[in-house]
């Protein structure tokens, strides 16, 4: 299936059947920042790493689980294990890859 077909081309933060005011809302999104926020968040929990729960903890409002496959594919964060959730469910740790502290640095 085509992605393009799912999702608005001219910002892939929203889908092209998604309401107008979506879209409107989706482009004022400061993706950079939402990454560095998320980012800061996992680098902070050090070599312990960090679960979606202990950032959904600190990070309100924010889609942390989007935020971290980015990251993850940037290379800036990899997964080392699982750990139980407040739930009781299993969820993958994340830590801040070694090289990353000055390949993240972003300008605000």
């Known amino acids: 299936m ?16 998604d309401p107008e005011t979506s879209k409107m809302a989706a482009e004022q999104v400061n993706l950079r920042l939402c ?13 312990e790493g960090c679960i979606l729960d202990d950032l959904a903890s600190r ?7 989007q935020r971290m496959c980015e990251l993850e594919r940037m290379g800036k964060i990899q997964y080392i294990g699982k750990r139980k959730g407040r739930l009781g469910r299993y ?3 994340a830590v801040a890859t070694e090289v990353q502290d000055a390949q993240l640095r972003m300008e605000l």
């Open 59 to 65: 990070l309100t409002n924010m889609s942390s689980s």
């Open 35 to 47: 990454q560095k926020r998320v980012y800061d968040v996992i680098r902070s929990y050090g070599d």
């Open 91 to 93: 969820q993958r740790v």
């Open 2 to 17: 085509n992605m393009r077909k799912w999702f608005n081309q001219r910002n892939w933060l929203s889908r092209a059947a």
